[in-house]
């Protein structure tokens, strides 16, 4: 099967800039996940939709960041105005089930990631 | 809030040596854990997930990983490491929180492993 498609692999912007990531999750997954890597550290979820609903942007910077999924299929992640400290790997994942289950809750698969530098 | 801690942050072994990455979380209910790989240059995959019933669980590559739910520990275990290990290792842990369906992952920090040939 496909995996989970990212655009573009890499960015490079000034601070105050604007940017946009897009991401395609795997056919039939209907949770999407986008996570925020800092170089050293674990991923830092920032916001889960299931279908097109959002499940959790409790750690979204709202107030610059937003992210949609029109058609709970692809989906969009921008950044405005950027600072420098947002420099990072943005990686999407999807799966395929959100309700705990024995043998499949939670297992995410990960596109390859969008790394964002910011000048 | 709960929390997943990676003891080791960086571990270079020689080839054919034995491997353990501990990994201790601090929830105390029900979990479902994971260890995600990242190979230089590619993306996470998912190495081994424990969800209920063996507590040994088996994944790709050789790897292993022992759910000690006394000790709220998941580490990976690898009994012979090859240079192709040379890898971000992260665990995580999935809660299962009263009300909703919102199962969050807490990520660790991850390790870094670097096999010498």
């Known amino acids: 099967e496909a995996g989970v498609a990212q655009s573009p692999r890499y960015k490079i912007i000034e601070k105050r800039q604007s940017v946009a990531f897009w991401c395609n999750p795997i056919?039939?997954?209907?949770?999407l996940y986008w996570y925020q890597q800092i170089l050293g550290q674990g991923p830092k979820l920032l916001i889960q939709f299931q279908n097109n609903g959002v499940v959790d942007d409790s750690q979204l910077p709202k107030d610059r960041f937003s992210a949609e999924r029109l058609k709970g299929v692809d989906s969009t992640l921008k950044i405005q105005p950027a600072k420098l400290e947002d420099s990072a790997v943005y990686l999407c994942?999807?799966?395929?089930?959100?309700?705990?289950?024995?043998?499949?809750?939670?297992?995410?698969?990960f596109g390859a990631g969008s790394r964002l530098t910011v000048l | 809030a709960q929390s997943v801690s990676q003891h080791n942050h960086h571990v270079i072994l020689s080839e054919a040596a034995s491997l353990e990455l501990g990994c201790n979380y601090s929830?105390?209910?029900?979990?479902?854990l994971f260890w995600y790989v990242q190979y230089p240059g590619q993306h996470l995959q998912l190495l081994l997930k424990y969800f209920s019933g063996d507590p040994l669980v088996k994944g790709i590559k050789g790897f292993e990983a022992e759910f000690i739910k006394s000790k709220f520990s998941f580490n990976l275990r690898k009994p012979s490491v090859q240079w192709s290990d040379t890898a971000e290792y992260f665990c995580a842990v999935n809660d299962y929180p009263h009300a909703g369906n919102n199962r969050k992952l807490i990520w660790g920090l991850g390790t870094s492993l670097a096999v010498n040939p």
């Open positions: 929830y105390g209910g029900t979990v479902n």
């Open positions: 994942a999807s799966s395929l089930l959100t309700v705990p289950k024995a043998s499949g809750a939670n297992v995410l698969t």
């Open positions: 056919s039939g997954h209907a949770t």
